[in-house]
């Protein structure tokens, strides 16, 4: 596995995740969804830890998926894909199901995977400067795993419009949305993200932000296992579709795909 893809510090009773893959604009592959996964279930087990900052390095939070992942999925069996498929979703559910609050700290684009990433987490800040979108259709591919997530989150006819275009949205239409929670100043986010934090940590019991949020992902989320079973099938199933084949082959070869 490769290392320093994603950062781990404890402070103040707050432990910051930092992705760290900014050379490919910390976009999501095997092994930074592996090493994220373990530094949030590590996070979730120790004791010195209340609060979770989900952050990243460079000027982009996460582009979605990089060229040689593309590439290499275009090569893989149903199999191997169903198993990849999991393990985003394990990373997802890992999100949604830890007994620690997760904060995301939005500080440049969120797209496609890492846009999924971001609207994940617990509470949401974003600069204005962000923009977020589910870009999949335009490579032949669906937003399954995240599609369980953003529908409890925002309207359906929000959904078919963000989803169905793959059109980038900004941060101000993402807080519309209800995707993320606030909106904040690029010189302004790191403090406001940290005193959130804090305010957690010093006046809210961690026994009952565990329950509460255990509270409201289970009757905001009753039937999320099943749905989430149901689209890492239809991941895996439209990774082998002619039109993703193609839609990935024009993304490589940087052309336009007629559709």
Known sequence: MSEDL???????????????????????????????????LKASEDEEVKVIVLKANGGTFSAGADLAYLQQLQQNTY????????????????????????????????????????????IIFAVPEANFGY?????????????????????????????????????????????????TKKEDIAQRVKDFALDLCNNASASALMVTKQLINQTTYPLLEKSLDMAVQINARVR????????????????????
């Open 79 to 122: 199999e191997e894909n169903l198993a990849d498929s999991n393990n985003l979703k394990k990373l997802f559910t890992t999100i949604c199901y830890l007994p620690k609050i997760v904060i995301a700290q939005v500080e440049g684009h969120a797209i496609a995977g890492g846009c999924g990433l971001a609207t994940v987490c617990d």
């Open 240 to 259: 082998e579709s002619d039109d993703f084949k193609k839609g990935v082959a024009s993304f490589l070869n940087k052309e336009k795909t007629k559709w």
């Open 6 to 40: 994603v950062l781990y510090i404890v402070k103040d009773r707050i432990a910051s995740i930092t992705l760290n893959r900014v050379d490919k604009r910390n976009a999501l592959n095997p092994d930074l969804i592996a090493q994220l996964t373990d530094y949030l």
């Open 135 to 183: 870009t999949e259709v335009k490579l032949g591919f669906v937003p399954a795993i995240v599609s369980c997530f953003l529908m409890r989150k925002t309207s359906e006819t929000v959904a078919k419009k963000i989803l169905l275009t793959g059109e980038l949205f900004s941060a101000e239409d993402a807080l519309k949305y209800n995707l993320i929670t606030f909106v």
